[in-house]
C-alpha cells in the first residue's frame, strides 16, 4: 500500500477506491450514457484537473453522446483498427477466450467472484477486471487486489493505451485510460524484486 | 499531496510524467465520484467460493468405437476425454457449417470453452472424421473480429463509421423503424401492415434454417422476395438434374463404384458432400477403382486420380457429348455399353433416337472442340462402360460456364444411358432424413386463418432467362438497380455476402451504397463481411456452434437420417441465432405473426419437431433407428441430444424409382402417365382437364408415381416444374430456349456451325452449346477460372486463423510455356502481372456485360499442372473486410502488438507485408480476389455465375 | 546441410551411444523401448497411395496440442514434378517418427526429452531449458521453439489421448483412413497386419535414428528434404 499520501487523503482512499474503481469501469464498460455525460461537461474543469488533460476538447451537450458513441466503436469494437479491451486479445494470444480468459476466470473463482448471469461481457474485459479490483477492495482485500492488477489488469493495459494513444481522434479516452494507469500505479506499485 | 516521492512507474506511460499528479488523479477521482453515476458499471458478483477440483492426470477410458482399419483405439466420442491437462472434455455432438456437407461432429468443452472438435462416429456420413475447415470451427467462436454486438451507421454508407446499440435497440429499429444516420427509415411492422409485404426482402447464403426463414417471411409475413445464392456454384447443375433425373442433389454412390469419371469436380478439396464424398472415392481407389479426372488443372482430386485429362474451360460437354456417341456405337466383346432396358422402360427415348441424335457427336469432333485427343475420349467412355458400376461426378469446374445446365443434362444422359443410375456403386437420387416441421406443419396449421400468401418482386431470377429453378442472385443487385420490377425497402441478409462473392465487386458495392435502391439494409453475420460493411443496421449471429437446429444431408450411407445442431457453448457477446431474432422481430411486430411464433426459443421448435415425428411415426409405422440400425428403445429427444443423430431407415435403399406406389384416389395424367394429387398441388379441376398435368402451374407439387406398362412407380420425382416421372432425357422444357440462346450464340459460331446447332437446340436432346465468347478468343487470350483448395471455403473461413494460415494468397496458375510467351522469356516464379478482362459482350446483355473494374494484379504461380490456355486464381482470397486474418489489417500498434496473434516469426503479416490499399492489386498478406474482374451476367438457361468462363490477358505489371 | 551440422550429429551418434551407458538422468536411454512380449511399442503405418494432402491432421493437431501460430507438430509437404501433361503431385505428411534411436534423447542435456517404454518420446517443457540441442539434433525438423514458453516442443503422439484409449487426433480426424495407429508388439494389430503385408519407406534411413513411422509409398525423391520450422510455409 503506498505510504505516501498524507493520512487523511488515505483514509478517503479506503472507502472510496472501489467507487472510483467502478466509475472507471463505467467509462469503458459501454458507451457513455447522457446522464454521465451531463455531469462530465458540468464537472468539466475538475475532470481536467483531476485527469490532467481535458477529456471533452470539442464536445458539447449535444453532440457527446453520438460522438463519443462512435469513437467507442472505432477504437474497441470495429470493424477496422480497432482493438477488442479484453487481456487474451491485448496480450496477443489472437483469439477470444484465451488462455488468460480462463486465468481471469480461475482467479475469480478463488475469490468467490463470478460474471453476473446476465452479463454477457468478457470476464477478461477492462471492465470486469476494474469491477474486480472494486469489489476485492470493498471486501479490505487489497492484497489479492495488487495480485490480480499485477497478474493482469497491469500487464495489458500499456499496449490497451498505445493502441487508444495512436488511434482516438478525440481526448476522451486517452485521458481516461491515462488516468485508469496512474491511479493502478499508485494504488499498486511494483515491489522491487 | 506530496510531490516529491519517488513511486516506481510500471506502466513507463510517457505522459505521466508528474509524479504527484497520480496522487492528484486518485484522490481527485474520488471527489469525481460524487457526480452520482448512480448506476455504476457491476459486471461481477459474490459467489461461493469454489473448492478447486483436483486435477486428474488421465480421463475416464472412452466407450468410444474403434475402426478396425486405422487401429485398435477408440475415436474420440460423445462421452468426453481428457485434454493435454487433464481436463475434462465435455462432448456436445453436433452439426459443421463450415461448408454445406453438414457432417456430424463432436465440439468438445473444457472448463466453458470450446477447445477441439471431431467428426462424430454416429453420423452415418462422415464416421468419425471431419476434414480441415472442420477442425477450424474453433476459430470461428473465438475470432477477434467476430461482430459480437449490433451496430447501425452513422456515416455514409460504406464509410465504415458505427456505433453500437443494444440488441433491444437494434430489434426495435428493425421492427418499428427509426432514424439511422439521420434520415428516417420504415420497420419491418409498417412494412407488414401495409399492403406491400413484398418490400420486405431476405437474402440469405448459408442458411440452415430453411423453414423457420420461410415461416417468418412468407407464411407469416406475407413476403415472397427472397434472394440465394445457389447460382454462385450450381443452380445449373441443379436445373440439369431436374431435366432428367427430378429432385436434387445426384449422389455418387462411389464406395462401391468400379470407374469413377470426374469432370470439374474437386471432390478431394471441396464438393457439397466432401468429407464424406472424398472418403468413399479414397475406399474405391483402395479397391481399385479407376478415376479419371477431366479438369483444367491438376487440382488434388486429379493428383491421386489414375489419370488427370487436361480441359479446355467450357468444354467438358462436348467431351460428354462425343463419349455418349462411343457408348451408342461401340461394343466389348460382342456387347453393347449401354442398359437398352433402362432407357427403354424409364426414359422417354429410344436408343435408335439417341444414336441417330449422336451421330455427329464423334471422338474426333469432341477432340476439336476440347483439345481432348479422339483415341482418349473413345478409350475412356469404353473403359467407363464396360467397368460398371460406374458414375460422373460433376460440379462447378463442370456447370459454372455459359453452358453448365446442357452439361449437366448430357452428364445424367449419359450415367443414365450406361445403367448407372439408382444402383449400388452408381449414381443415386438424394435420401434425406426429415422430421415434420414444427412451424409449417403445426404452428401454420394452428392458426392457418393468419397465414399469408407470399407476395414477391421478380427481381431474384434474373430477366430473360429459361429456366432459373434456382434463381441468379448475382443478378439481384442490378435488378434492384434498374427498377422495374419492384425494390425491397428493407433488404436484410443472413450470412450472405453478395458484394464479394458474386462478379463485379465495384458495381455490387455502387448498388448497395446507394440509399436511393434500398432505404433500409440489415445484415446479420458472424463477421463484418464486405457486404455488411454496407449495411445500416448489423445483427450478430450466434456461430454455428451456439445454436440449435434440425439438420438433415444427403445421405451417402443411402439410409435416411437427421442430425441435430445443439450449442457446443452459449452465444458470445450479444450474438443471437437467426431464429431467435425472427422470434423477438415476430413479437414485436404483434398481430399474426406473433401468434405464428408460438415457440420462445430455437431448441423448443427443433424438440417439437422431433415429437411431431415420433407421433408421426406411431401412426405411420415409421420408425427411428440407433447410430447402430437397431430400433430406436429410448426417447428420440434425448437420444437426439446425446448421440447427435436419428436414422430413418436401416439399412441402404437403392432402385428406389422402382419402388411400387399405390394410385388409388389419384389422377392419372393420360398424356405422361403421372400420377398424381392435383389438390395437393392447389389445380383445379378444369385445369386439369384443359391443360393436363403437363400444363398446370406447379403441377409437380402433386406428383405421386409414374405409371409404365400399368404399373405405378415412385419414378424420378420431378421438382420445380412438371417433368414426368421417367428420366427424361427429351426434355419437353429446353426446345423453348432455342431461340434465346441462339440469339446470344449465333454471332459466335460458323456458318457451318449454325445450322445444326440449331436445329439440336430445337430437338430436346442435349446437344452442343459452345461458350460463346470463347470463339473469339485470340492466342493473346486465356480463359480465367476461379477454384477451390482444401483448407478454405469459399468465403466464410477465413477469419480462421489455422486456415487461414495454411492458404492466405492465391497465386495464379499459369503454364510456365504459356507464361513464357505471353510474359516474356524471364518470367519467373512470383512475378507480379496484370491480369485484365476481354470479355466479349453479348448481343442481349448489351452495356451490361462487362465489370467496373477491368484489371487486377495478382503474383503468377508457374506450374506444369495447368492447360496452357487457362490462368487460374482461386477466390478464396483478396477481402477487404471480414477481420485481420482474411484482409490481412490488423491493428497497427506501436510495440508490434497487432491484437492478432503474434507467436514467433513466421507469422504471414509480420513479414512486414501490409494488406493493399486498393484491394483490385495484388497484397502480400491476402492475395486478390479475381471476381472484381468476372461479369455478372448469368447463363442464359440457368442463370449460373460463369465463374470460369471470363477471358482475360495478362501482362507484367 | 552445413558440414559443422553433420559433424555435430555425427558425434551426437556416438555421444548417444555412450549416453546410453551412462544413463543419463530422465532419460530412457536409446533402444530401451519394450521388445515384443514386454508390453506395447506404439508405431504409425502413413499410407500415402491414400492421403490425399487435405491437411486435416495438420490442423486437428494444431488444435488438440494447442500449437501457436507459425509452429507446426505434424504438418503436410507437398512436392510436384513433371511436365505438362504429365504431371504427378505427392503429398507427405510428416510427424515426430519417435525414433527407436532417438538422436533428441541422446543430446538432451536436462532430461526433458525422454522415451517412455512403449516408444513415445516425450518432451517436458518444464524441465527443458530452451537450448535447442534437440531441434538442432532431429534430422526431421519437427522440432520447434514455443515462443512464450521457450520450450522445445514436439509431437507426443497424443499420449494423453492414448492413455485414456483414444486415438491421436491426427488419427482420428483423417479422412483418408490413411493413417493407421497401434502396438508394433502386437502381431494382430492394424499397424502390424499392414507392415507384414506391404512394402514400407522411412524417412531419411541413411541417419539411423530408426523410425517407427512407416509411409507405404514413399517416393524418396519426392520426400523434398524435411525443412525447418520456418519456411514449412513457403510454397
Known amino acids: 500500500m503506498a505510504a505516501e499520501n498524507n493520512s487523511s487523503s488515505a483514509q478517503a482512499t479506503d472507502s472510496a477506491l472501489p467507487t472510483a474503481l467502478r466509475l472507471l469501469a463505467s467509462v469503458f464498460a459501454r458507451e457513455a450514457d447522457q446522464p454521465l455525460l451531463d455531469q462530465f461537461i458540468a464537472r468539466r474543469d475538475e475532470l481536467t484537473d483531476v485527469l490532467g488533460r481535458d477529456p471533452l476538447g470539442a464536445l458539447t451537450a449535444d453532440n457527446a453522446l453520438e460522438a463519443l458513441a462512435?469513437?467507442?466503436?472505432?477504437?474497441?469494437?470495429?470493424?477496422?483498427?480497432?482493438?477488442?479491451?479484453?487481456?487474451?486479445?491485448?496480450?496477443?494470444?489472437?483469439?477470444?477466450?484465451?488462455?488468460?480468459?480462463?486465468?481471469?476466470?480461475?482467479?475469480?473463482?478463488?475469490?468467490?467472484?463470478?460474471?453476473?448471469?446476465?452479463?454477457?461481457?468478457?470476464?477478461?474485459?477492462i471492465s470486469m477486471e476494474l469491477d474486480c479490483l472494486a469489489m476485492l477492495e470493498e471486501t479490505d482485500r487489497h492484497a489479492e487486489a495488487g495480485n490480480f492488477a499485477h497478474l493482469h489488469l497491469l500487464r495489458w493495459l500499456p499496449g490497451l493505451l498505445a493502441h487508444v494513444q495512436a488511434n482516438a481522434s478525440l481526448a476522451f479516452y486517452p485521458a481516461w485510460l491515462e488516468g485508469l494507469q496512474a491511479t493502478l500505479a499508485d494504488e499498486y506499485p511494483q515491489t522491487d524484486k | 499531496m506530496t510531490k516529491d516521492t519517488k513511486i516506481t512507474n510500471p506502466a513507463g506511460n510517457k505522459h505521466d510524467e508528474d509524479v504527484g499528479r497520480r496522487v492528484a488523479v486518485k484522490a481527485g477521482l474520488l471527489a469525481a465520484v460524487g457526480i452520482g453515476s448512480g448506476a455504476l458499471f457491476h459486471g461481477l458478483t459474490s459467489v461461493a467460493r469454489a473448492d478447486k477440483a483436483p486435477r486428474s492426470t488421465s480421463g475416464p477410458k472412452t466407450q468410444g468405437q474403434a475402426d478396425p482399419d486405422i487401429g485398435e483405439l477408440a475415436r474420440a466420442d460423445v462421452d468426453g476425454y481428457a485434454g493435454r491437462t487433464g481436463e475434462k472434455r465435455v462432448g456436445v455432438p453436433t452439426t459443421c457449417m463450415q461448408c454445406i456437407a453438414a457432417c456430424g461432429v463432436i465440439g468438445y468443452r473444457e472448463k466453458g470453452r470450446i477447445v477441439k472438435i471431431e467428426g462424430n462416429p454416429h453420423c452415418p456420413n462422415n464416421r468419425g472424421m471431419?476434414?480441415?475447415?472442420?477442425?477450424?470451427?474453433?476459430?470461428?467462436?473465438?475470432?477477434?473480429?467476430?461482430?459480437?454486438?449490433?451496430?447501425?451507421?452513422?456515416?455514409?454508407?460504406?464509410?465504415?463509421?458505427?456505433?453500437?446499440?443494444?440488441?433491444?435497440?437494434?430489434?426495435?429499429l428493425l421492427a418499428f423503424g427509426g432514424e439511422i444516420a439521420g434520415r428516417k427509415v420504415d420497420g419491418l411492422k409498417t412494412i407488414?401492415?401495409?399492403?406491400?409485404?413484398?418490400?420486405?426482402?431476405?437474402?440469405?447464403?448459408?442458411?440452415?434454417?430453411?423453414?423457420?426463414?420461410?415461416?417468418?417471411?412468407?407464411?407469416?409475413?406475407?413476403?415472397?422476395?427472397?434472394?440465394?445464392?445457389?447460382?454462385?456454384c450450381e443452380t445449373a447443375k441443379w436445373l440439369g438434374n431436374e431435366l432428367t433425373m427430378g429432385k436434387h442433389y445426384d449422389v455418387n454412390d462411389a464406395a462401391y463404384s468400379k470407374y469413377i469419371l470426374i469432370f470439374g469436380a474437386n471432390v478431394l478439396e471441396a464438393h457439397t458432400s466432401h468429407s464424406y464424398i472424398a472418403q468413399r472415392v479414397i475406399e474405391a481407389k483402395a479397391a481399385r477403382a479407376k478415376i479419371v479426372t477431366f479438369d483444367v488443372r491438376l487440382s488434388n482430386t486429379a493428383a491421386k486420380s489414375d489419370e488427370w485429362v487436361p480441359v479446355l474451360p467450357g468444354t467438358d460437354l462436348a467431351i460428354i457429348l462425343a463419349m455418349t456417341n462411343v457408348l451408342l456405337n461401340e461394343t466389348v466383346n460382342g456387347k453393347v455399353l449401354y442398359d437398352e432396358a433402362f432407357i427403354t422402360k424409364w426414359s422417354n427415348v429410344t436408343i435408335e433416337e439417341l444414336k441417330a441424335h449422336y451421330a455427329r457427336y464423334t471422338p474426333e469432333w469432341g477432340e476439336s472442340e476440347s483439345g481432348v485427343p479422339a483415341d482418349t475420349i473413345k478409350r475412356l467412355a469404353i473403359e467407363y462402360g464396360s467397368n460398371k458400376p460406374s458414375s460422373i461426378i460433376t460440379y462447378r469446374g463442370f456447370v459454372g460456364h455459359y453452358n453448365g445446365a446442357q452439361a449437366e443434362w448430357a452428364s445424367k444422359t449419359l450415367d443414365a444411358l450406361a445403367g448407372n443410375f439408382n444402383v449400388k456403386g452408381g449414381i443415386t437420387t438424394k435420401l434425406g432424413g426429415k422430421c415434420k416441421d414444427g412451424y409449417n406443419d403445426k404452428a401454420a396449421k394452428d392458426h392457418a386463418d393468419l397465414t399469408r400468401k407470399a407476395v414477391k418482386f421478380k427481381i431474384s431470377d434474373g430477366d430473360d432467362l429459361h429456366m432459373p429453378t434456382h434463381h441468379s442472385c448475382q443478378w439481384i443487385h442490378e435488378m434492384i438497380a434498374e427498377g422495374s420490377h419492384g425494390r425491397p425497402k428493407i433488404y436484410m441478409t443472413y450470412v450472405y455476402n453478395g458484394a464479394y462473392t458474386t462478379g463485379d465487386c465495384q458495381r455490387n458495392r455502387e448498388i448497395l451504397c446507394n440509399e436511393e435502391y434500398i432505404p433500409f439494409i440489415v445484415a446479420v453475420d458472424v463477421a463484418m463481411s464486405e457486404t455488411a460493411a454496407c449495411a445500416d443496421l448489423i445483427l450478430p449471429d450466434a456461430t454455428y456452434l451456439e445454436r440449435w437446429a434440425m439438420e438433415s444431408a444427403a445421405s451417402y450411407a443411402q439410409k435416411k437420417f437427421v442430425q441435430i445442431r445443439q450449442p457446443v457453448v452459449k452465444p458470445l457477446g450479444e450474438s443471437m441465432d437467426m431464429q431467435d431474432i425472427f422470434i423477438q422481430l415476430a413479437r414485436r411486430i404483434g398481430g399474426g405473426i406473433n401468434t405464428l411464433h408460438p415457440y420462445d426459443t430455437a431448441e423448443k421448435y427443433v424438440r417439437t419437431c422431433v415429437e411431431l415425428q415420433t407421433a408421426d411415426n406411431a401412426k405411420s409405422g415409421k420408425m427411428f433407428y440407433d447410430s447402430n440400425d437397431q430400433p430406436l428403445k429410448s426417447d428420440p429427444w434425448e437420444y437426439f441430444k446425446r448421440y447427435g443423430v436419428l436414422l430413418q431407415g436401416n439399412k441402404p435403399s437403392y432402385n428406389t424409382h422402382a419402388k411400387a406406389v399405390s394410385a388409388e384416389g389419384k389422377t392419372v395424367d393420360a398424356k405422361t402417365g403421372v400420377v398424381w394429387d392435383p389438390h395437393k398441388a392447389h389445380v383445379s379441376d378444369t385445369d386439369v382437364a384443359s391443360k393436363g398435368y403437363t400444363g398446370s402451374k406447379n403441377a409437380y407439387k402433386g406428383y405421386v408415381g409414374q405409371q409404365i406398362d400399368g404399373k405405378t412407380y415412385a419414378g424420378f420425382k420431378p421438382d420445380k416444374f412438371n417433368k414426368s416421372g421417367r428420366f427424361e432425357i427429351?426434355?419437353?422444357?429446353?426446345?423453348?430456349a432455342a431461340e434465346k440462346v441462339m440469339a446470344d450464340i449465333k454471332d459466335f459460331l460458323t456458318p457451318e456451325e449454325a445450322p445444326w446447332v440449331a436445329e439440336h437446340l430445337k430437338s430436346g436432346l442435349p446437344s452442343w452449346v459452345p461458350v460463346p465468347e470463347h470463339r473469339k478468343r485470340t492466342d493473346k487470350q486465356l480463359v480465367m477460372i476461379s477454384f477451390k483448395v482444401n483448407v478454405q471455403i469459399h468465403s466464410r473461413s477465413q477469419n480462421c486463423k489455422w486456415l487461414q494460415e495454411v492458404y492466405h494468397t492465391n497465386p495464379a496458375w499459369l503454364n510456365p510455356a504459356t507464361a513464357r510467351k505471353m510474359l516474356g522469356k524471364g518470367v519467373k516464379e512470383g512475378d507480379l502481372i496484370r491480369i485484365k478482362s476481354e470479355m466479349p459482350e453479348l448481343p442481349w446483355r448489351k452495356g451490361k456485360g462487362s465489370t467496373s473494374v477491368s484489371e487486377i494484379t495478382a503474383r503468377v504461380h508457374l506450374t506444369e499442372a495447368i492447360h496452357p490456355d487457362a490462368i487460374a486464381v482461386s477466390y478464396h482470397c483478396g477481402h477487404w473486410a471480414y477481420g485481420r486474418?482474411?484482409?490481412?489489417?490488423?491493428?497497427?500498434?506501436?510495440?508490434?502488438?497487432?491484437?492478432?496473434?503474434?507467436?514467433?516469426?513466421?507469422?504471414?503479416?509480420?513479414?512486414?507485408?501490409?494488406?493493399?490499399k486498393d484491394p483490385t492489386q495484388w497484397s502480400e498478406v491476402a492475395g486478390v480476389h479475381p471476381n472484381w474482374i468476372i461479369p455478372n451476367t448469368p447463363a442464359r438457361v440457368s442463370g449460373q455465375f460463369r465463374s470460369n468462363d471470363t477471358i482475360v490477358s495478362i501482362a507484367k505489371a | 546441410m552445413s558440414i559443422s551440422r553433420r559433424n555435430f550429429l555425427k558425434g551426437a551418434g556416438v555421444a548417444g551411444a555412450a549416453a546410453a551407458s551412462t544413463a543419463v538422468p530422465g532419460c530412457t536411454g536409446t533402444r530401451e523401448t519394450n521388445k515384443p512380449g514386454d508390453g506395447p511399442r506404439y508405431g504409425m503405418v502413413i499410407d500415402l497411395r491414400r492421403c490425399f494432402g487435405c491437411h486435416a491432421c495438420s490442423i486437428a493437431c494444431k488444435a488438440e496440442q494447442d500449437v501457436p501460430l507459425g509452429r507446426f507438430k505434424s504438418w503436410v509437404n507437398v512436392s510436384e514434378r513433371g511436365s505438362y501433361p504429365n504431371v504427378r503431385r505427392d503429398f507427405l505428411p510428416v510427424l515426430c517418427n519417435h525414433c527407436d534411436n532417438p538422436p533428441c534423447v541422446s543430446v538432451c542435456p536436462s532430461g526433458a526429452t525422454w522415451q517412455r517404454k512403449d516408444g513415445v518420446v516425450m518432451q517436458d517443457d518444464e524441465i527443458c531449458i530452451g537450448c535447442k540441442y534437440c531441434i538442432q539434433a532431429c534430422p526431421y525438423g519437427v522440432r520447434y521453439t514455443d515462443p512464450k514458453k521457450k520450450s522445445a516442443e514436439k509431437c507426443d503422439f497424443c499420449v494423453h489421448r492414448l492413455d485414456q484409449g483414444v486415438l491421436p487426433a491426427c488419427v482420428n480426424t483423417c479422412n483418408a483412413r490413411a493413417r493407421v495407429f497401434g502396438d508394433l508388439n502386437d502381431p494382430d494389430s492394424a499397424v502390424s497386419r499392414l507392415l507384414a503385408s506391404t512394402p514400407v519407406q522411412s524417412l531419411r534411413?541413411?541417419?539411423?535414428?530408426?523410425?517407427?513411422?512407416?509411409?507405404?509409398?514413399?517416393?524418396?525423391?519426392?520426400?523434398?528434404?524435411?525443412?525447418?520450422?520456418?519456411?514449412?510455409?513457403?510454397?
Not at chain 1, 71 to 87: N, S
Not at chain 1, 104 to 115: K, L, P
Not at chain 2, 196 to 206: A, L, V
Not at chain 3, 206 to 235: C, H, N, W
Request: net charge neutral; aromatic share 10%; charged share 25%.
Open chain 1, 70 to 125: 462512435v469513437e467507442y466503436c472505432h477504437l474497441f469494437i470495429g470493424p477496422k483498427g480497432h482493438l477488442p479491451p479484453v487481456e487474451s486479445i491485448v496480450l496477443g494470444e489472437g483469439q477470444l477466450w484465451g488462455p488468460s480468459t480462463e486465468a481471469v476466470v480461475e482467479f475469480y473463482e478463488r475469490c468467490g467472484i463470478a460474471s453476473r448471469s446476465d452479463e454477457r461481457t468478457f470476464p477478461d474485459h
Open chain 2, 130 to 172: 471431419i476434414c480441415a475447415k472442420g477442425q477450424a470451427g474453433v476459430n470461428q467462436v473465438y475470432d477477434p473480429d467476430r461482430l459480437l454486438y449490433p451496430l447501425v451507421r452513422t456515416g455514409k454508407r460504406g464509410e465504415g463509421k458505427w456505433k453500437r446499440l443494444s440488441m433491444k435497440d437494434a430489434l426495435d
Open chain 2, 192 to 232: 407488414y401492415e401495409s399492403d406491400k409485404p413484398q418490400e420486405f426482402m431476405f437474402h440469405y447464403g448459408r442458411s440452415r434454417i430453411k423453414n423457420a426463414m420461410n415461416h417468418f417471411q412468407k407464411t407469416a409475413f406475407g413476403s415472397g422476395t427472397q434472394g440465394n445464392h445457389t447460382s454462385i
Open chain 2, 730 to 736: 427429351r426434355s419437353g422444357f429446353m426446345p423453348s
Open chain 2, 885 to 916: 486474418y482474411a484482409s490481412g489489417n490488423p491493428v497497427e500498434v506501436e510495440g508490434g502488438n497487432t491484437g492478432a496473434e503474434p507467436a514467433g516469426e513466421n507469422i504471414w503479416w509480420q513479414e512486414g507485408n501490409k494488406a493493399a
Open chain 3, 205 to 235: 534411413p541413411a541417419m539411423g535414428t530408426d523410425p517407427r513411422v512407416f509411409y507405404i509409398g514413399l517416393d524418396q525423391a519426392a520426400a523434398k528434404p524435411v525443412k525447418k520450422q520456418s519456411s514449412l510455409l513457403e510454397a
